[in-house]
């Protein structure tokens, strides 16, 4: 179970197109989802929240214009990166939380981020 | 704002040997994951820590948490070359911070 999916796993585009990032919960709904990027050698960085139904949180210097975010679904949330240009060059990872399956440890309760397998995105 | 702090950046340890990678955090959190991340992949899960004191061993790793400190450890013990990897603690208040990370290279 907990399984989030990430299409496509890789591309590669010119400079000034778009590229769209689909993220989906396969085997649970999510509310939330996470967006981070992650350029070589350095840690995740998040990106945005996307919260379905509404507009998603942007993080500070993060442009809520160039990435656009839509979590039309519970399963659902697209990354759209616009007008691609090579320092947008990164590992996309995106994570999603089972709103409604809280894991009980001891007498403490959390409901944990799973994460895709990433989309590897190079602008030529 | 949250920051997370991991020691050393990078480790180069012999097979069989013992070593600890540490995560500091500068705000209160009573919740902390560590992750394995292989080249080329995503994140894998590997321990959740959520209260002071908490210790949860996978294996030939084992983490630990003192909230009052602000500070877990993974240990890792008789290192073998598939730990080779590198390694991330988050701290969560609502989102997750990840750390610097720690790139783990275990040497036959």
């Known amino acids: 179970g907990a399984v989030v999916s990430q299409h496509p796993s890789w591309v590669i585009c010119k400079s000034g197109t778009s590229v769209k990032i689909e993220c989906r919960s396969l085997?649970?709904?999510?509310?939330?989802m996470f967006w981070y990027r992650q350029f070589p050698k350095q840690s995740l960085m998040l990106m945005a929240t996307s919260n379905e139904g509404s507009k998603a949180t942007y993080e500070q210097g993060v442009e809520k214009d160039k990435f656009l975010i839509n979590h039309a679904s519970l399963t659902l949330s697209t990354l759209t990166v616009t007008s691609a240009h090579p320092e947008d060059s990164s590992f996309y990872i995106c994570s999603a939380r089972d709103s409604h399956n809280y894991h009980i440890s001891g007498a403490r309760s959390y409901n944990e981020q799973f994460f895709g397998p990433g989309t590897r995105l190079t602008v030529l | 704002e949250l920051k997370v702090e991991q020691n050393p950046l990078f480790l180069s340890m012999q097979e069989g040997k013992n070593y600890t990678i540490y995560c500091n955090y500068s705000t209160t959190s009573d919740r902390l994951y560590w992750y394995r991340q292989d080249p080329g992949k995503s994140l894998e899960s590997l321990f959740v820590?959520?209260?002071?004191?908490a210790v949860k061993q996978e294996g030939r790793l084992m983490a630990s948490l003192d909230t009052k400190a602000r500070l877990s450890t993974l240990h890792i013990t008789a290192a073998v070359h598939d730990l080779s990897a590198t390694y991330f603690c988050a701290v969560s208040n609502e989102k997750l911070t990840f750390g610097t990370g720690t790139r783990l290279t275990i040497i036959p």
């Open positions: 085997d649970f709904q999510a509310t939330t």
């Open positions: 820590l959520l209260s002071n004191g």
